[in-house]
């Protein structure tokens, strides 16, 4: 069972992980809009991604006799100025997702709590992946600089990913 100041930290978790998957679709029609379909690509993916995190949350919650609080999220940025910039974000939110998964694991240690514990493990795991992954792309995009040849070459490179795979 789980303790009432972690069931309401995961709670907040859950929509903190579908507000990442809103900026990372906002950054698909984005993309999209800017004719960049490889690099929208990517962000499906990561918006997939971003889903499949909140939603093993929310089942996480319900196997430990929980109570899911659905709450409302809030509205994501819509543009951004350039491909790195939008990248740049992405990376920030990694970044700042990982320190809310850091802040969760210290509850449940705080709390005792083993099973919340294991469970963060994964996610602590994918965190690093997903930060790694994030910043090789705001790398290239730096590398690319304003040659629009160097960023159509990436935005095909990037439209290969599928869910599930490192960027």
Do not use: C
């Amino acid at each position: 069972m789980l303790t009432q100041s972690l069931q309401d930290a995961l709670n907040k978790q859950v929509k903190n992980e579908f507000y990442s998957a809103n900026v990372y679709l906002a950054m698909v029609a984005w993309f999209e809009d800017q004719g960049l379909p490889g690099f929208a690509t990517w962000m499906r993916a990561q918006y997939q991604e971003e889903l499949t995190h909140g939603l093993k949350i929310f089942d996480f919650i319900l196997d430990r006799d929980g109570k899911v609080v659905i709450e409302a999220i809030d509205a994501p940025p819509l543009e951004w100025a350039s491909p790195l910039a939008a990248f740049e974000a992405a990376y920030e939110n990694e970044k700042a997702v990982s320190k809310m998964i850091d802040d969760l694991y210290d509850l449940a240690d705080k709390e005792n709590d083993h099973a919340t514990r294991v469970m963060l493990q994964w996610f602590i795991t994918e965190q690093v992946e997903e930060e790694a992954s994030t910043k090789l792309a705001v790398d290239k995009l730096k590398l690319a600089g304003s040659d629009s040849g160097a960023l159509f070459v990436l935005d095909q490179q990037f439209g290969s990913r599928q869910a599930g795979e490192d960027g």
